[in-house]
T-cell receptor, first 111, second 113 residues
Framework: SQTIHQWPATLVQPVGSPLSLECTVE??????LYWYRQAAGRGLQLLFY??????ISSEVPQNLSASRPQDRQFILSSKKLLLSDSGFYLC??????????FGSGTRLTVV | AQSVTQPDIHITVSEGASLELRCNYS??????LFWYVQSPGQGLQLLLK??????LVQGIKGFEAEFKRSQSSFNLRKPSVHWSDAAEYFC???????????FGRGTSLIVHP
């Protein structure tokens, strides 16, 4: 069966520090991968998506970047965190149009 | 462009009461419609989805939703709510060749004992 792993679950980082969040998928090949951010009391904001290795599309210009070094690995990064980067980050995958499977999320607090 | 409106930010119901969460969409063709549930501090879980066929779809945890094309709606229902149903509920619409659905802002369900 397919599973998605996202870590860490929680993270507290100082302003100006780097960030690396990792997401991996098991049990499927060539998935579409997504990073979303959810601010407190807000909906889901699509940050990046990838339909293949090395193919990254950015939806919102910001302080973050994404990479897909392997077929089932998706990484969200920042060189210098801002206070506004705080939020709940969700990774998701799909192989067709019939719905996503989400990871359990990372709560990022920038202090 | 596709869009989703969830008109209710919060809904409060008593345990055992029936529930209906509203979702209205805008899409140029036959949409793919989804409902997701998010417990506090967790990711989203797919409750049910509609692509074609029977307009009344059954999902997990006793939920169902009805697609009404004439009203551009896909409302989520449950006949008897349990305290564990307290969560955030998201409606989403997609379709065609797009792998990326559009999500609504979510409805927070509060269940009173």
């Amino acid at each position: 069966s397919q599973t998605i792993h996202q870590w860490p679950a929680t993270l507290v980082q100082p302003v100006g520090s780097p960030l690396s969040l990792e997401c991996t998928v098991e049990g499927t090949s060539n998935p579409n991968l997504y990073w979303y951010r959810q601010a407190a009391g807000r909906g889901l904001q699509l940050l990046f998506y990838s339909v293949g290795i090395g193919q990254i599309s950015s939806e919102v210009p910001q302080n973050l970047s994404a990479s897909r070094p392997q077929d089932r690995q998706f990484i969200l990064s920042s060189k210098k965190l801002l206070l506004s980067d705080s939020g709940f980050y969700l990774c998701a995958w799909s192989v067709d149009v019939y719905g996503y499977t989400f990871g359990s999320g990372t709560r990022l607090t920038v202090v | 462009a596709q869009s989703v409106t969830q008109p209710d930010i919060h809904i409060t119901v008593s345990e055992g009461a029936s529930l209906e969460l509203r979702c209205n969409y805008s899409y140029g063709a036959t949409p793919y419609l989804f409902w997701y549930v998010q417990s506090p501090g967790q990711g989203l879980q797919l409750l049910l989805k509609y692509f074609s066929g029977d307009t009344l779809v059954q999902g997990i945890k006793g939920f169902e939703a009805e697609f009404k094309r004439s009203q551009s709606s896909f409302n989520l229902r449950k006949p008897s709510v349990h305290w564990s149903d307290a969560a955030e509920y998201f409606c989403a619409v997609g379709g065609g060749g797009s792998y990326i659905p559009t999500f609504g802002r979510g409805t927070s369900l509060i269940v009173h004992p």
